[in-house]
């Protein structure tokens, strides 16, 4: 009966709650003033530790001593417990075990919040540290909270929590993420040992983490709106980030907590989650002010609420129970909104940026502006080493190159953990390499509007480690590869982040369409075409540099972001080390040509398939004893190839394809769709093999036919010109030769990675110099 009255109402409910809060925002855009923080630096000399206690004397008994043997050593520093009209003993207890220990009797529960409040307010030191009673305290966690409040921004500084019983799971860590997703908070703590100094976190936990006084009675305390208690403390710690100040992370401080060990002794299981579904609602209804993130709010909430009735949601998703009691709270949720609009002085959407790794260390460093050597994450979704695929070469390749110039720091998804040691080999040359195997691909969804390549790769870990490292190893420049990690893009103010298309994927989809048979696949194709074109033009615009194989990739691209063409890079990325393979004009075998490609890679299978059903048979028809050996990784069943299949070797993967390049008498290149530059064209233009390719295959290469390489498009027309190679060597070399120069001149990796690190440079001039003319004007 309760659940069939609140769905009837809830629509009323919600209709309501957003008038209120449109109507408050429009009052406070008219009467409301912002207050200016006041920005000073607290004295780190001592601290005030305040404890909040409700019937918690076996603990106090059990934990105070770790707190007091932590203090002991400097008079200044003092203890508070705040007793919330205990009737256990608790005030007695203290005053006769622990009289050094400032003991403050309330004659009722004002809960944590309103216990904390008190204790703050009584507090002597500017530095003031929250325990929960069931906190055990390592005897070195005073120094490292104190030593974090560096300068006047620093709000608050958290502590590193372990469990008492190490055989939980930790659920808590103090390190502390944030995000904001469908219309609703979703908050965190992540354990990562690599976090080794003081770290941004979205908030300090209430009962472990040490604060500015004055910064925290500027913003008004604990907010009573979340009793009984939970999400007070992240309702703070959200403040303190749009009133433009820092919540740090100190993992070298250490406290040990009893889970729940108060609350869990007063409430049920289920009354804690109901209080935390309301919370995590008036959260939103008091802090989330731009107009976008609040209308998202109230629609999810609603549909959650719905959904609930028939679902199980997750935790910080309301039901229909706590959409009702946080309408009951509507008022107070009001006064509160008021409150935050005139506090904030930084959006909400930078709120939720800066305690990510790079946006904090972009926000907040003071970077240099012309480092001697820059510092670059290379950033790849897929394996580096062994390079078995043209992506993986121009990798490899740059990598090896810039780390002659730069301190590369290189972070690789692996799509197997077989796969990390090849891999590793990244780490004999980068200043670091760290690695994530991905679980699973994304399946075929026609009801998500983000395309199947980005969703496999929207991994929170990887965003994490992403952010993790352009902190800790201080980085210049962010080098994202392949369109799909356009996603982490970020609009950074004194760092570069530079996204490499390999191939421009909607291009690249276009023109494969039509080499699909079924009207289904051809129909998925186009659907997957409009949402990856909806997904680059929204994304690659965040970067500061979009790089590309080619000035035709440039130009195409740019036709579509016309705004982004000064942007547009080209002739940066796609190269070999030319001094690795040498000239081979004679000594190949008569008849044998070379295929070579990734056959993950679908534009590899179409043109293996478009050869040897349609070309290979008017080449044998006239050389029955030519020869096709493809080589490269994940070949097809031979079963498969099933016209000329007699004509063909499937070689598979080769450590070296400088051998068979050297050996083979002509090399063919048959794609008919994809898009950038063909390393296995490079390759075999610096080895002397002549070749034959469509001109989508040498596109960014040649347009002319005979210059570089013979170019046809048409079964009858490659056949023909293989043959003529076949017939003709001497006349085919010459064009060879002339392949080779071009290469040598101007594909050559060490020159283009030399051009590559000045672009990062005039990135960075660009941005570091306009905020050094700010800062002197």
Known sequence: MKVLLLLLISPVLMIVSALV?????????????????????????????????????????????????????????????????????????????????????LEKNLGFGGGSNTGIRAAANDIVILLNSDMRVDAGFLAPLLAGFTDEKVFAVSCQIFLSD????????????????????????????????????????????????????????????YEPFYLEDTDLGYLAWKRGWKVLYQPASIVYHEHRGTIGKKFRADEIASVLKKNFVLFAWKNIHESG????????????????????????????????????????AAGSRWRARSLAVVTDTEAFLRPQGGYFRDRFAKIDPDPRRLRVLFVSPYPICPPVHGGGMLMYGTLRELTHLAEVHALVTLDR??????????????????????????????????????????????????????????????????????????????????????????????????????ASDRAYLAYEYLRVLRYELRTLPHCDRVQVCTADNREYLGGFLPEMRARIQSGLRAGIDTSRYSFHADGREPGVMLFVGSFRHQPNQVALEWFVREILPRITAQR??????????????????????????LVGFVDDIRAELARCAVFVCPIRSGSGVRVKLLEAFACGIPVVSTRVGAEGLT??????????????????????ILDRPEQAAAVARRARDQVIHHWDMAAITRKLEQSYREVLSEKRGAICRRASS
């Open 624 to 649: 029955p004893q030519a020869r096709l050996r493809v080589v490269g990784s994940d070949p097809p069943e031979r079963s498969t190839l099933i016209e000329s299949a007699a004509q063909v070797e």
């Open 703 to 724: 347009s002319v036919d005979g210059e570089y390489c013979a170019l046809a498009d048409d079964p009858e027309e490659f056949a023909r010109k293989v043959l003529d």
């Open 417 to 518: 953990p077989e796969q990390l040691e090849a891999n590793l080999e990244l780490r004999t040359f980068c200043a670091s390499a760290e690695f994530l195997v991905r679980h699973g691909s994304a399946r075929r969804l026609i009801t998500e509007i983000a395309p199947q390549g980005v969703r496999e790769f929207a991994i929170a870990e990887l965003e994490w480690l992403i952010h993790r490292q352009l902190y800790l190893k201080r980085i210049d420049v962010l080098q994202l590869e392949y369109s799909p990690l356009a996603q982490y893009a970020a609009r950074f103010q004194q760092m570069a982040c530079v996204l490499f298309e390999h191939d421009i994927h909607f291009q690249a989809l276009a023109r494969g369409r039509e080499h699909f048979a079924r």
């Open 293 to 332: 993130r609040i209308a998202e709010h109230l629609v999810f909430a609603y549909a959650n609420a719905l959904a609930s009735v028939f679902f199980s949601g997750e935790p910080q998703l309301p039901n229909l129970t706590a959409i009702w009691r946080a309408f009951c709270a509507l008022p107070r």
């Open 166 to 225: 190490p055989a939980k799971r930790r659920e808590e860590t103090g390190l502390t993420e944030g995000r904001w997703r469908r219309g609703a908070l979703r908050v965190g703590h992540r354990a990562d040992e690599a976090v080794n100094e003081a770290f941004p976190c979205f908030y300090g936990g209430g009962g472990s983490c040490a604060f500015d006084r004055k910064k925290l009675l500027e913003l008004g305390g604990f907010d009573p709106l």
């Open 21 to 105: 809060l449109a109507l408050t925002d429009a009052a406070w855009l008219v009467f409301g003033r912002r207050q200016a923080p006041r920005d000073t630096l607290p004295s780190a000399s001592a601290a005030s530790v305040v404890i909040p206690n409700w019937n918690g004397r076996d603990l106090l008994e059990k934990y105070l001593p770790s707190v007091a043997a932590a203090l002991a050593g400097n008079a200044a520093n003092e203890i508070i417990v705040v007793d919330n009209g205990s009737t256990d003993g608790s005030v007695e207890f203290l005053r006769q075990n622990f009289p050094g220990v400032k003991t403050l009797a």
